[in-house]
């Protein structure tokens, strides 16, 4: 792995994630409808620029970054994470976000490398 | 050291429309997991070295079992209902992690779980992980009846 800044606290900041994972969906999805051929590309891009965002932290951390997009149809649909990990320094933060036709649901694990 | 973290999608839309079936969405569920294991040649027979260590691996196949057999024990026969989902949910990934962690490999491991109604919706789910191809893997399981789809992901980091 690349060299980690010292002196970084080995703690995982959700806010700053949720705040930069906002940022780039808005970027990708904003103003646009549901469009099903292109929902493949948008999944791709929002996880590939929210990854990037959390890696040039450069932090001692490995990431998983998860995105779903539902049509809004009234359907329900119900999503559930569970973690088997250190709490003290691993974290998650998970970002909801809607327009009038769909959904939109980002998930970011955060697991703590020991160097 | 578990950690459920719930998250429940109500729909805004009103009951009238909860009906409403279009014809042109196809009800398909589309999936693209970003997986960042792309083996070059070399790497592929590094790797057969490690076949004997499987106590040391992420094994796709183990894990995908474990996960399959807990989706058909929490959700098997059952049709989609509100106010089970929460539960089902929250059963399917406590029992996938329970079987994972006895194991007793060293791996850090993160377990989702996706129910969807059949609705004609669209669905699309995709990953990104930033981490070490060489030790740490994913697992996908898609899982579906009449009433609804269920998509279990497990990720397994090594220690």
Known sequence: MEEYSSGDEAVFSADDATISVKE???GVIGGTDYNQ??????????????????VKQGRPFKYIVNCTIMQKSGAGLHTANSCYWDTATDGSCTVRWENR???????????AVTL | MS???????KSSVDQERRHFYSEEIQPEVFLLLGNPVQLTPDE??????????????FVVEEVSKIIKESVEAAIGGNAYQHSRVNQWTTSVVEQCLSQLSKLGKP???????????????????????????TTDGSCAVRWENKSMYCIVNVFGLSI
């Open chain 1, 37 to 54: 051929s292109k929902v493949n590309q948008w999944t791709a891009t929002i996880v590939e620029h929210s990854l990037t965002h959390l």
């Open chain 2, 107 to 133: 791996f850090k491991y993160i377990v989702t779980c996706i129910i969807m109604q059949k609705n004609g919706a669209g669905l699309q789910t995709a990953s990104a992980c930033f981490w070490d191809n």
């Open chain 2, 44 to 57: 592929a027979a590094a790797m057969d070295e490690y076949q004997t260590e499987d106590e040391t691996a």
């Open chain 1, 24 to 26: 780039c969906i808005e």
């Open chain 2, 3 to 9: 950690k459920t973290q719930v998250s429940r999608f």
């Open chain 1, 101 to 111: 036709t769909i959904y939109c649901v980002v998930s970011v694990f955060a697991v």
